[in-house]
């Protein structure tokens, strides 16, 4: 049962178009891992853990997507850098989803890493069998 479950949160993060559909992923992720800690649910709270790390790294992916400062139908901005029309800026959109520009660029960093080394830093870091982190699965991608 755990098993699907743990399936159906992967593939929803994959799924996710929106920033704050994975946010909200994420939010709950947390709560279910404090939950667990709570109840030292060791097993539960490393496979949330993990959930949140993917969590984390689907909202680089996206992040990585926005545009900075998305140009208006005239090109023009107005002062203060914003643009004219009714578009919104990629720090705009951040906000709204209650992610900040460090949180969005740690977590843009996190999706640089290719596919295969983070799941194989993912794995690593799975063995030692605690809650793995961003900055365990950085050090894994570090030293190889």
């Keep these: 049962m755990e098993l699907i479950k743990y399936n159906e949160a ?3 993060l994959k799924t996710c178009a929106k920033i704050d559909d994975v946010k909200e992923i994420n939010d709950k992720m947390e709560a279910l891992q404090h939950y667990a800690k709570i109840k030292g649910d060791v097993e539960m709270e490393a496979w949330v853990s993990e959930i949140r790390l993917r969590a984390k790294r689907r909202i680089g992916e996206i992040s990585k ?3 900075t400062m998305p140009p208006t139908e005239s090109g023009a901005m107005s002062g203060g850098g914003r643009p004219t029309t009714g578009t919104t800026s990629k ?6 989803a209650g992610i900040s520009k460090s949180v969005a660029n740690r977590c843009e960093q996190l999706a640089s890493i290719p596919e295969e080394k983070f799941e194989n830093a ?5 063995d030692k ?4 982190t961003v900055a365990m699965v950085e050090n894994a991608v570090k030293k190889k």
Excluded: G, Q
């Design 10 to 12: 992967r593939y929803a």
């Design 129 to 132: 069998h605690r809650p793995v």
């Design 122 to 126: 993912l794995a690593e870091a799975k």
């Design 65 to 67: 997507t926005l545009e």
């Design 91 to 96: 720090v705009d959109l951040l906000a709204e």
